[in-house]
């Protein structure tokens, strides 16, 4: 029987579905017949298994092998989405390290990596940004946002159309801010730059809230 690692995630997926996902991550890349032969299936049957975890994009075809006489074989991998289901570590590892300049006294190297980071976001963002005010501003600040993995999303607060809410609805930083709020503040600090006007805060992730949610007045 395959066994699963810790924390794989394959919603509605049966288990001999998984269990090839688990054989393409062990060998990097493998043809029907190698996994047919190392799982104990009928080779249609993983035929059909292969045609849907790629029509899922969960795997995706890289090559071809001649092992001898006949038509080459297709060679199966992972794609970055099937690559995605395994265990993802690289965010709690972050975590580990901003605690460990936080609490050894040099928060600053934080500090110097998001002043880096930010600016070199700020080119690009001010030419998709150049031309643009009111709501089509804060749309494409938003656009933005998303690019980088926050999820965000623009609302009315009211039938006005003088303010609206910008939601930011997952955090990618979620780990750093564990240890630190610096990440929350360089970022915020940078979207009011992005809009022109400083933000209110009406609900924030680190207090519990399901999004981080500032007020933007659009009034004269």
């Not at 059909?48 to 060679?75: F, K, Q, Y």
Request: include cysteine; proline fraction near 4%.
């Amino acid at each position: 029987m395959t066994e699963f690692p810790d924390d794989f995630g394959a919603p509605g997926l049966g288990e001999s579905q998984r269990g090839l996902l688990v054989e393409l991550k062990r060998r990097g890349e493998a043809t029907l017949a190698d996994v047919a032969d190392v799982m104990g299936l009928a080779t249609e049957t993983v035929r059909e298994h292969l045609n849907a975890l790629t029509a899922r994009g969960l795997v995706e075809r890289v090559g071809n092998r001649r092992d001898g006489p006949g038509r080459p074989r297709i060679v199966y991998a992972l794609s970055d989405r099937g690559e995605a289901l395994f265990p993802q570590r690289e965010g709690a590892l972050l975590g580990e390290l901003a605690t460990h300049l936080v609490e050894s006294g040099r928060e600053d190297v934080l500090e110097e990596f998001f002043e880096r980071r930010i600016g070199e976001q700020r080119s690009d963002a001010a030419e998709r940004l150049r031309g643009l005010e009111g709501r089509e501003r804060v749309q494409e600040v938003a656009r933005i946002l998303s690019d980088q993995g926050f999820m965000a999303e623009v609302e009315e607060v009211n039938g006005n159309g003088d303010a609206l809410l910008l939601r930011l609805c997952h955090c990618p930083l979620k780990d750093l801010v564990a240890a630190s709020r610096l990440p929350c503040r360089a970022e915020s600090e940078f979207v009011e730059e992005l809009l022109g006007e400083s933000l209110t805060r009406e609900a924030w992730m680190p207090d519990g809230d399901h999004s981080c949610t500032y007020r933007i007045s659009l009034g004269d």
